[in-house]
């Protein structure tokens, strides 16, 4: 790539991180005001508070991307938040943690910083042959089944092309074709597919883990402050609040991601894929030519699932990253 195509592409990164960066910043600011102002709420009653207020501080980032022309990167603030988190957690909570407890949480973060990293830049099964990849299937020749009176006609694929087209899907973020593709995930800024589904259901549960851990370590600190005279009055209110804004932020994250796995999970279960559910007929391996009576020569096309192998297997195929 030519330098002067070189020094825009880094700019634009470097301007999307600084924003990341900022947009973290004022969320974390929001939510330690939040406490602030209304010291008497629970927790639980703060919650949803809380998550209005993600969304109001998302809506001013997104005029902030149509009036500036600039926009935060997904994944550097999924990045910087997780960072932010750790900081908290190294220069307040740590110091009423107990130290098995904190060699747990360190590794948990070091892990999870590792596999964002990973996850951005491994290969979710890149297509490199695009030309047989144009959301079509080879197909062999027809075989004819009877059933219930009827004349099925299914055209038939030989075990290689079947296997070598499985769920190609094309992906306009990424513009390329990937193979088993599930979707585009924006918070890691790279497709799901075949070769890292796996790794992402792995990655969401260690983040879910680490960040229950570090509510009960906040947890632990905020009941502790309370009664702590180490600190004076002023800096351990400040203190709390923050770690108070820092437990609402990964108590909504965990909420979130419990139900997004819950969801993937019944999905697979049931091989259940929105798009294809919905627009199956755009999707060849999907259509099943049937001939409602051996007088009628015009066919009718039915929706068949030729991934679905029952409850038992479907679920072996997701936690295998079929």
């Not at 109001?56 to 600039?70: D, F, Q, T």
Request: net charge positive; with cysteine.
């Amino acid at each position: 790539m030519p330098e002067s195509d070189r020094n825009p592409k880094r700019k634009s990164l470097i301007t999307s991180g600084l924003v990341s960066i900022i947009s973290v910043f004022v969320t974390q600011l929001t939510l330690f005001l939040l406490p602030q102002f209304l010291p008497t709420l629970s927790l639980l009653t703060l919650l949803p508070l809380s998550a209005l207020l993600i969304v109001v501080v998302m809506g001013l980032g997104r005029c902030c991307k149509k009036v500036l022309g600039v926009r935060a990167s997904a994944p550097a603030f999924v990045f910087f938040s997780i960072i932010f988190i750790w900081a908290v957690y190294i220069y307040v909570v740590r110091q009423v943690i107990s130290p098995v407890m904190d060699i747990v949480f360190n590794i948990e973060i070091v892990t999870v910083v590792i596999g964002l990293l990973g996850i951005m830049s491994v290969d979710p099964g890149f297509v490199k042959d695009q030309s047989c990849c144009l959301n079509t299937v080879v197909k062999s020749y027809p075989n004819e089944v009877q059933e219930d009176g009827g004349v099925v006609q299914q055209e038939s694929l030989t075990e290689e092309s079947f296997t070598a087209l499985r769920r190609v899907r094309y992906c306009r973020h990424c513009d390329n074709y990937i193979m088993g593709f599930d979707h585009h995930c924006p918070a890691f800024g790279n497709c799901i597919g075949k070769k890292n589904h796996f790794f992402f259901i792995v990655l969401l549960v260690g983040i879910v883990a680490s960040e229950a851990s570090y509510f009960a370590c906040a947890s632990q600190y905020t009941t502790k402050s309370l009664s702590s005279t180490k600190v004076g009055r002023e800096q351990s209110t400040a203190s709390r609040n923050l770690v108070l804004g820092t437990m609402l932020f990964s108590l909504i994250q965990v909420v979130w991601q419990v139900v997004f796995i819950a969801w993937h999970v019944y999905c697979a279960c049931f091989n259940i894929k929105t798009d294809e559910w919905i627009n199956w007929e755009k999707y060849p391996e999907f259509h099943v030519e049937v001939i409602p009576c051996s007088g009628v020569t015009q066919t009718v096309r039915e929706f068949k699932n030729p991934y679905d192998k029952g409850i038992v297997n479907n679920l072996k195929d997701f936690i295998a990253g079929k």
